[in-house]
C-alpha cells in the first residue's frame, strides 16, 4: 500500500518553514485524544510557529486563548483556525469543561500553553495535567526551539496521577527548548496547592 500523499496545506507549510530556516518534526505518532504541552511561551510568534506545525503535519489540534483577542472578524478567523476562548478574568471549571469536551469527542488534540502569558510566570498552571487525567488521555510535550529552530510534537507522556513526578520527566525535556525570548521563560515549576480551578 502507497503513503498518504501530503496535502498542498502540508507541503506549503513545509516551505514557509523552510524559507525561514525552520523545520517540523514528529517524534511518534499522535493519538487520537491528547492534551499538547506548549512551551516555552515567550512571543506571539508562537501561535504562527504552532499553526505551521498543524499545516506541515496535517494534525490538526483545537487550543486555548484569552478569550479577549477573540473579536469581531478576527474572532471568527481564530475559531476557524482552532482557538477556545478563556475567560481568565474569573473561576469557571474549565478542567471539568474540556474533561467532558474529551468525552463527547472521538478525536481531540487540545493545545495549552502552561505558562498562560509571554512573560515570565514564578510558576506552571497546571490545569493541562488535571484535564489529561480527567480525561484519561496522553500528554505530548509539543514545542518551538527558537536556538535549532525546529518546531515540533515530542514525546508522548502518559500520566500516573503523580504529578510530582510527572512533572520531573516534563521539566527535563523543555530544559534543552529555548522560546524565542528566553529571559521570558517561565519558571519550571507548579503550584499545586490553592490554585482553584485550573486555567491553563
Known amino acids: 500500500m502507497s503513503e498518504k500523499r501530503e496535502s498542498f496545506l502540508q507541503r506549503l507549510s513545509r516551505v514557509v518553514l523552510g524559507i525561514f530556516g525552520w523545520r517540523a518534526e514528529v517524534l511518534a505518532p ?5 492534551v499538547i504541552v506548549g512551551a516555552h511561551h515567550t512571543s506571539n510568534w508562537d501561535l504562527i510557529m504552532g499553526l505551521l506545525l498543524m499545516g506541515a503535519t496535517g494534525y490538526r489540534f483545537r487550543w486555548l486563548a ?3 483577542v477573540f473579536w469581531g472578524p478576527l474572532g471568527v478567523v481564530l475559531r476557524f483556525l482552532g482557538g477556545i476562548p478563556v ?3 474569573e473561576r469557571n471549571q474549565l478542567v471539568a469543561q474540556m474533561r467532558d469536551r474529551f468525552q463527547e469527542a472521538t478525536s481531540l488534540k487540545l493545545a495549552i500553553t502552561p505558562e498562560g502569558t509571554r512573560g515570565e510566570t514564578p510558576y506552571w498552571k497546571s490545569g493541562f495535567y488535571h484535564i ?3 480525561a484519561g488521555v496522553p500528554l505530548v510535550l509539543g514545542y518551538a526551539d527558537y536556538r535549532r ?3 515540533g510534537f515530542g514525546p508522548i507522556l502518559e500520566p ?3 504529578i510530582v513526578a510527572d512533572f520531573e520527566q516534563i521539566r527535563e525535556f523543555y530544559a534543552d ?3 524565542k525570548y528566553p ?11 490553592n490554585e482553584g480551578p485550573a486555567v491553563p
Not at 183 to 192: E, F, V, Y
Request: charge should be positive; charged fraction near 30%; hydrophobic fraction near 30%.
Open 177 to 179: 527548548i529555548t522560546g
Open 160 to 162: 500516573t496521577g503523580d
Open 183 to 193: 529571559r521570558n521563560h517561565g519558571i519550571m515549576k507548579l503550584k499545586l496547592q
Open 149 to 151: 529552530k525546529v518546531v
Open 132 to 134: 489529561a487525567i480527567g
Open 30 to 34: 499522535l493519538p487520537a485524544k491528547c
Open 66 to 68: 484569552k478569550d479577549s
Open 87 to 89: 475567560n481568565r478574568r
